[in-house]
């Protein structure tokens, strides 16, 4: 996933290959190749996810609120997927046929 810019967000297509994405999460999490610290990237944006503390309460700024949480999945998961050896993301792309 290369984004620049909000209107890229607003596509489709980046929808697409953020669900492809996250359906390689749990797949790399329980392989033992996967380095521990890379491991870690996706357990911490679901803390901040599911954390009552966000950068933007979601009370005071209704739509911006969820932005924030929707950058930290976005930004975690390309640093994940950036960490994990790309030969074993692949290797699971073309399991799940991705």
């Not at 190749?33 to 966000?54: C, E, H, N, Q, W």
């Not at 976005?74 to 991705?98: A, S």
């Given at each position: 996933?290369?984004?620049?810019?909000?209107?890229?967000?607003?596509?489709?297509?980046?929808?697409r290959e953020l669900l492809?994405?996250?359906?390689?999460?749990?797949?790399?999490?329980?392989?033992?190749?996967?380095?521990?610290?890379?491991?870690?990237?996706?357990?911490?944006?679901?803390?901040?996810?599911?954390?009552?503390?966000?950068?933007?309460?979601?009370?005071?700024?209704?739509?911006?609120?969820?932005?924030?949480?929707l950058a930290v999945i976005?930004?975690?998961?390309?640093?994940?997927?950036?960490?994990?050896?790309?030969?074993?993301?692949?290797?699971?792309?073309?399991?799940?046929?991705?």
């Open positions: 996933m290369n984004y620049r810019n909000l209107q890229d967000v607003l596509t489709v297509e980046f929808w492809q994405d996250l359906r390689l999460v749990l797949p790399l999490l329980r392989d033992p190749r996967v380095p521990t610290t890379a491991k870690l990237i996706p357990v911490g944006v679901l803390f901040y996810v599911l954390s009552p503390v966000d950068l933007i309460p979601g009370w005071l700024i209704p739509f911006l609120g969820q932005l924030d949480d976005v930004l975690g998961l390309r640093w994940f997927m950036q960490t994990v050896p790309q030969e074993i993301v692949n290797e699971y792309r073309d399991q799940l046929g991705i």
